[in-house]
């Protein structure tokens, strides 16, 4: 039996602020690792018309250099770059529900945490179009090729011009579908099927 992985308890026990508007972040949550492409959502987020006016934060365990990660740290010079690289719990939290956008341009990934929480705030996501995240987010994310940086920097833009985060009937329903309460109901009936 496949079961999938869900919102944590400390997330779904999280007391949103009423009437918390989004603010004019990207977020970008994941250890520094070359697999994880920071390097290109930077590059992209540079490149792009709201570099001025957004601020790209990148949440991250720096367990390697910057550069092992082919990450230039003469970008991340740039005013409208944030690097948090331990957030206490509360801290990414409010990230998450202050945070516009959530990406993931990951080249390959086994579900794709993050995302799903970035969705249970609101979030629009963007992640690149490998088989997992269309597997999971098919319905919710706008999709691109991870190494196409010009790509990458027009979807930031139209994303934030849309205006429209994922429908939230669509969300929710992508949220009770992953959800530890479903895994375990799944295990339960596998068990008890497997004990007749």
């Given at each position: 039996?496949?079961?999938?992985n ?11 602020e009423k ?8 977020l970008?949550?994941g ?11 930077i590059k992209?987020?540079?490149q ?12 991250g ?5 910057f550069?092992e990660?082919g990450?230039d740290?003469a970008?991340?010079?740039a005013?409208?770059i ?22 993931s341009?990951?080249e390959?990934e ?7 929480e970035g ?12 088989p ?5 987010y098919?319905?919710v ?23 429209l985060p994922p429908s ?8 009770a579908?992953?959800?530890?309460s ?6 339960l ?7 007749k």
């Open positions: 039996v496949v079961t999938f869900g919102i944590s308890g400390e997330i779904l026990s999280y007391k949103k009437g918390a508007e989004k603010e004019k972040i990207i970008s949550v250890t520094f690792n070359i697999r994880k492409n920071q390097k290109n959502l992209a987020f540079l792009s018309g709201i570099k001025d006016s957004y601020t790209l934060v990148l949440i365990d720096k367990n390697k250099v550069a990660a990450i740290e970008d991340l010079n005013p409208n944030k690097i948090i690289e331990r957030p206490k719990d509360n801290e990414l939290l409010l990230m998450y529900e202050r945070a516009e956008v959530i990406v341009l990951s390959y086994g579900f794709g945490i993050p995302l799903l969705l249970y705030f609101g979030c629009k996501i963007i992640c690149s179009d490998i997992v995240y269309k597997e999971i098919g319905d994310a706008t999709f691109c090729n991870p190494h196409e940086i010009g790509e990458i920097a027009q979807l930031l833009e139209a994303v934030i011009k849309s205006g939230e009937k669509l969300a929710q329903s992508l949220l579908k992953y959800s530890y479903e895994a375990a109901r799944e295990i009936v596998a068990v008890k099927a497997a004990g």
